[in-house]
């Protein structure tokens, strides 16, 4: 059985709690973690944590400053994440491949989530520094906020783009001028989002 569900701003916040850990090797203070989020008092960030402890995400240490430890896997190097296949960067061509490999990392900064990884073809998002032949690691989700990088199915192929909102319109959109947005509404077939994009992995030869 799972974690339950995050809304939008404890996904938000958790993410931030992991991107900030992850760079940093120690959690965000109180007075940090407002100042991202402009909450107006430290109360509402007490709140949130509040609420991403009770579901499971974070354990907090009363009386610490920046006690927050994300509740990750606790043998992150054990198992990896599996590797499903290639995904075009750029237009839509490439079906879902199913490989029997997967990425050996250290899972517990990607924070809580299933996660998985898919290996970039094309140039599309080259100018979020995205590569051809790397690896995004995706947490499996079916909803992303806009802004975010999101790997997407159309169909039978995958694509990795940004999400964005122009206007009343939903699309995915590329880092690369030469590609046109896809819209998420109205499309045929019409996209449907298989994660968020929460790392990157490339090997140098």
């Given at each position: 059985?799972g974690?339950?569900a995050?809304?939008?701003?404890?996904?938000?916040?958790?993410d931030?709690?992991?991107?900030?850990?992850?760079?940093?090797g120690?959690?965000?203070?109180?007075?940090?973690?407002?100042?991202?989020?402009?909450?107006?008092s430290?109360?509402?960030?007490?709140?949130?944590?509040?609420?991403?402890?009770?579901?499971?995400?974070?354990?907090?240490?009363?009386?610490?400053?920046?006690?927050?430890?994300?509740?990750?896997?606790?043998?992150?190097f054990?198992?990896?994440?599996?590797?499903?296949g290639?995904?075009?960067?750029?237009?839509?061509?490439?079906?879902?491949e199913?490989y029997?490999?997967r990425?050996?990392?250290?899972t517990?900064?990607?924070?809580?989530?299933?996660?998985?990884?898919?290996?970039v073809?094309?140039?599309s998002?080259?100018?979020?520094g995205?590569?051809d032949?790397?690896?995004?690691?995706?947490?499996?989700?079916?909803?992303?906020?806009p802004?975010?990088?999101v790997?997407?199915?159309?169909g039978?192929?995958?694509?990795?783009?940004?999400?964005?909102?122009?206007?009343?319109?939903?699309?995915?959109e590329?880092a690369?001028?030469?590609?046109?947005?896809?819209?998420?509404h109205?499309?045929?077939?019409?996209?449907?989002?298989?994660g968020?994009?929460?790392g990157?992995?490339?090997?140098?030869?």
């Open positions: 059985m974690l339950p995050l809304t939008d701003r404890q996904r938000a916040l958790l931030h709690l992991a991107s900030f850990v992850a760079k940093r120690y959690a965000p203070s109180l007075q940090e973690i407002a100042h991202a989020f402009g909450f107006s430290l109360q509402g960030v007490k709140d949130h944590l509040k609420a991403l402890e009770r579901k499971g995400y974070v354990r907090r240490r009363p009386g610490q400053r920046r006690a927050i430890t994300l509740m990750g896997q606790p043998r992150p054990a198992n990896g994440i599996p590797i499903l290639r995904v075009p960067a750029g237009t839509p061509q490439l079906a879902l199913q029997d490999e990425l050996t990392l250290d517990a900064t990607l924070g809580p989530g299933r996660h998985f990884a898919l290996q073809k094309g140039d998002m080259i100018h979020a995205i590569h032949g790397d690896y995004v690691l995706v947490r499996q989700q079916d909803t992303a906020e802004g975010a990088i790997v997407a199915l159309l039978d192929d995958a694509t990795v783009k940004y999400l964005r909102r122009r206007g009343r319109q939903v699309r995915l590329a690369n001028p030469a590609y046109r947005p896809i819209p998420l109205g499309h045929v077939p019409a996209p449907r989002i298989l968020r994009v929460v990157l992995y490339r090997t140098f030869r």
